[in-house]
């Protein structure tokens, strides 16, 4: 089984979603798939790069979308790609219909933040003649960094998540239901993430010499 898993987060390396692709990729090798990456918005930067990833997602058993939520949505290289992907199957002849999956996390505390995004990738599969394989969505992702082990618990419930996943899709499955709720789990209380979001965001104020309080609204007042 031949597997592409795309990042879409315009960070690159530095992403919670390359994080999560790298580990997801990483059980889908032990349990003997052959898996490609790739960074979308890098690729889509020249014709080249962009004539590559068409030809990996049409060379591919399965194809998993690892992205950060975007205004409730899919980052814009990532919507660029399915674009030109669900174009490019329904001007030629599809050659095979690949499953496809999906991890997001966003910032936000609650997963259910994802559904909208993980609805469209339903529907691109659905249009795009693939087989929806379902998919795997989290809150609280900026608490991730570059080694989900550092998270409380050790990252277990994604850690497991990723796991099960990764099982499953080898063996031509979907991503469990346990699995989803696994990952969907709260990392933290929300308050204390919340806390942790807001002194973030007055360290970044304070880095960038900003003055204004954070619920400074100038666009509000008449």
């Given at each position: 089984?031949?597997a592409?898993?795309?990042?879409?987060?315009?960070?690159?390396?530095?992403?919670?979603?390359?994080?999560?692709?790298?580990?997801?990729?990483?059980?889908l090798?032990?349990?003997?798939?052959?898996?490609?990456?790739e960074?979308?918005?890098?690729?889509?930067?020249?014709?080249?790069?962009?004539?590559?990833?068409?030809?990996?997602?049409?060379?591919?058993?399965?194809?998993?979308?690892?992205?950060?939520?975007?205004?409730?949505?899919?980052?814009?290289?990532?919507?660029?790609?399915?674009?030109?992907?669900?174009?490019?199957?329904?001007?030629?002849?599809?050659?095979?219909?690949?499953?496809?999956?999906?991890?997001?996390?966003?910032?936000?505390?609650?997963?259910?933040?994802?559904?909208?995004?993980?609805?469209?990738?339903?529907l691109?599969?659905?249009?795009a003649?693939?087989?929806?394989?379902?998919?795997?969505?989290?809150?609280?992702?900026?608490?991730?960094?570059?080694?989900?082990g550092r998270?409380p618990?050790?990252?277990?419930?994604?850690?497991?998540?990723?796991k099960?996943?990764?099982?499953?899709?080898?063996k031509?499955?979907?991503?469990?239901?346990?699995?989803?709720?696994?990952?969907?789990?709260?990392?933290?209380?929300?308050?204390?993430?919340?806390?942790?979001?807001?002194?973030?965001?007055?360290?970044?104020?304070?880095?960038?010499?900003t003055?204004?309080?954070?619920?400074?609204?100038?666009?509000?007042?008449?």
């Amino acid at each position: 089984m031949n597997a592409l898993v795309l990042t879409g987060s315009p960070k690159g390396r530095k992403s919670a979603s390359f994080t999560l692709a790298s580990k997801l990729a990483e059980g889908l090798r032990e349990n003997g798939v052959s898996v490609s990456g790739e960074p979308v918005h890098a690729g889509l930067r020249t014709d080249e790069g962009t004539r590559r990833l068409l030809e990996a997602v049409d060379g591919s058993d399965l194809v998993v979308l690892v992205f950060p939520l975007y205004v409730d949505s899919l980052p814009a290289p990532l919507t660029r790609l399915l674009e030109i992907v669900a174009e490019r199957r329904t001007r030629i002849a599809s050659p095979g219909a690949p499953r496809l999956a999906a991890v997001v996390q966003c910032g936000f505390p609650e997963s259910h933040q994802c559904d909208t995004a993980v609805g469209i990738c339903r529907l691109f599969a659905e249009r795009a003649g693939m087989r929806w394989a379902g998919a795997l969505a989290m809150g609280m992702g900026g608490s991730i960094g570059g080694d989900i082990g550092r998270l409380p618990g050790g990252g277990k419930n994604i850690l497991d998540a990723l796991k099960m996943t990764a099982e499953s899709l080898a063996k031509g499955g979907a991503i469990p239901e346990e699995a989803t709720t696994l990952f969907a789990r709260p990392l933290m209380p929300r308050w204390l993430y919340t806390m942790i979001g807001n002194l973030g965001w007055r360290m970044q104020m304070r880095k960038n010499k900003t003055r204004r309080p954070l619920t400074y609204r100038p666009y509000s007042q008449g």
